[in-house]
């Protein structure tokens, strides 16, 4: 077992002291891995960048209800406890009526028309927010239907559709980049199995000898799989760099764009898990690949 260990530690060595010797064709496939490996990732750190945003949207789930006009504080507030004691609902808060008036008029810049009204038009309103386990379409449907059905509520309004819209389009978006990933996960292949080709018609010679003092098809074949192996590992280190890169030079744009909206919200990477799959990925690609044309194309070199 040691000696079985010894040769393979010798042989990854090796194959890496060859690519050292051939530094500009070895770099060039070594980019073009990174390439490849780099741009699903840094489309995988997007879209997940994009849930972050969409997972502070909790707000947009709470269910406006608004009460009649002929309810007032005191009816409101009996109403609050029978639903703080609902299972489906998490919080219960009352907006009043002339709370509701005040920040409209100043916001709304109709504050000189509303002084004419004799009367304040607005309600009442409850804003709800449901339990986590209810934060689904047809839960808060269900919920928003159970509750138009209070004496003292007028109108409920849920408008959760862009939500659910957007979810929608990320989904997609994701299943997109699924696709991408897989496309270019094989030209990967293509690209670490063309150069192993290449690099076995150039040792054709050397594979010969080998095969006639008695070298078999997977010894011959060891050095170039830890050769894929290396271009692989080594594509997937520079694409985890170059999506490093990105995010740290569009994390300022983005916390200012941030700041603009009163959001806090921060452009997060690729992180230790996800960078040390990038490598794996890159390493098993580049070892399939030189797996597949090491197999078919040392079939073809026999000694004369």
């Not at 010894?6 to 090796?14: C, D, E, M, S």
């Not at 209800?65 to 009352?94: C, F, M, P, T, W």
């Not at 990477?269 to 390493?283: D, K, P, Q, T, Y």
Request: glycine share 8%; hydrophobic share 50%; with cysteine.
């Amino acid at each position: 077992m040691m000696s079985w260990l010894t040769r393979h530690v010798q042989t990854l060595v090796g194959s890496l002291g060859r690519l050292s010797q051939q530094p500009l064709a070895s770099s060039l496939t070594v980019v073009v891995m990174a390439i490849a490996l780099a741009l699903p990732a840094s489309l995988n750190v997007l879209v997940n960048n994009a849930q972050a945003i969409s997972g502070s949207w909790r707000g947009v789930l709470d269910i406006s209800v608004y009460l009649k006009n002929s309810i007032d504080g005191v009816a409101a507030n009996e109403l609050i406890d029978k639903l703080k004691r609902h299972k489906d609902i998490k919080q219960v808060r009352l907006i009043k009526a002339e709370d509701a008036l005040k920040e409209f008029r100043e916001y709304s810049g109709f504050g000189e028309a509303l002084e004419a009204l004799r009367d304040n038009p607005l309600p009442n309103t409850l804003v709800v927010t449901p339990a986590p386990q209810l934060a689904t379409p047809a839960g808060l449907d269900a919920l928003s239907e159970e509750l138009r059905k209070f004496p003292e509520v007028d109108v409920v309004q849920l408008d959760t559709a862009w939500v659910q819209r957007y979810l929608a389009i990320l989904e997609a978006v994701r299943r997109i980049v699924t696709m991408i990933g897989l496309l270019l996960a094989l030209g990967a292949v293509v690209i670490v199995g063309n150069t192993i080709r290449l690099d076995i018609q150039n040792r054709c010679d050397e594979i010969e000898i080998t095969k006639l003092v008695g070298g078999s098809d997977a010894f011959v074949r060891r050095p170039f799989l830890y050769s894929g192996f290396w271009y692989g590992l080594c594509g997937g280190l520079l694409a985890w760099v170059l999506v490093t890169v990105a995010v740290v030079l569009l994390s300022g744009p983005v916390r200012h764009i941030a700041s603009l909206y009163g959001s806090q919200f921060e452009l997060s990477g690729l992180g230790f898990l996800a960078g040390l799959g990038l490598l794996v990925s890159g390493a098993v690609l580049g070892w399939l690949g030189s797996f597949v044309a090491a197999t078919r194309h040392l079939r073809a070199v026999e000694p004369k």
